[in-house]
């Protein structure tokens, strides 16, 4: 339940922001991108502290919890409940979004943007180097959650305050290529949720590229665990 309520925390505040910025007569539209990362980073805050204070890890991500696995720091046998809450959660804040936003999908003429409320787009289509980016985002975020807080990263649990400001770093300095996924919860499970919602004017729900921000972070949170792991073992 923790890590349900946290992700579904972590999407609605984080597809909210995109919401705001984008769709039609928000009042916070054409926001810009800047807005748009101190959202999400305050939707990781948020979410991460409220699934650790209900005494969970934290995670809200797959590729955070395969990287925890492949250092032992959760049971094999846990792993299908972190994903299975981590997906559920998602879909859950992604449906709040579309409830809290519902009038504003109807008005807003832009395919493109309706989707991006829910969901990563690249900005150059290429698979090869998309799936790159997604790898070297998630990467230094999940090197960085393990290097943030010895103590934390032991437990398996994760710090809000500095991992918010992490994925700040991350959609400054990486997000351009991709939008910065890092998360095959957060993407993949709006991404169905846009597919199988009522909204008006939707677009395709582009599954060519859903794969990428799936299995791009899962590479790269394996290669930090195991560089983690060979540096402090």
Request: charged fraction near 10%; proline fraction near 6%.
């Amino acid at each position: 339940m923790s890590e349900l309520i946290g992700t579904a925390l972590l999407l609605l505040f984080g597809g909210g922001v995109v919401a705001n910025v984008l769709l039609e007569k928000s009042k916070g539209m054409q926001g810009g991108w800047l807005v748009i990362n101190f959202g999400w980073a305050m939707a990781v805050f948020i979410g991460v502290y409220s699934s650790v204070h209900l005494g969970g890890q934290g995670h809200l991500n797959p590729a955070v919890s395969i990287g925890m696995l492949a250092l032992g720091k959760i049971a094999s046998a846990d792993l299908i409940y972190y994903i299975t809450a981590q997906f559920a959660g998602a879909m859950l804040g992604a449906t709040l979004v579309w409830l809290l936003y519902h009038p504003h999908f109807a008005v807003t003429q832009n395919a493109d943007f309706k989707m991006g409320v829910f969901c990563t787009a690249p900005a150059i289509h290429n698979p090869l180097y998309n799936f790159i980016a997604e790898g070297i985002g998630t990467f230094a975020f999940v090197f960085g959650v393990l290097c943030i807080s010895p103590a934390a990263a032991k437990m398996g649990s994760l710090d809000a305050l500095p991992v918010s400001l992490l994925v700040l770093g991350i959609g400054l300095c990486l997000g351009g290529p991709t939008g910065y996924g890092i998360n095959p919860a957060r993407d993949l499970g709006p991404r169905i949720m846009h597919f199988l919602l009522p909204i008006p004017g939707k677009r395709d729900s582009d599954w060519s590229y859903s794969w990428i921000p799936v299995f791009g972070p899962i590479a790269g949170a394996l290669l930090a665990a195991f560089l983690y792991g060979q540096l402090m073992p």
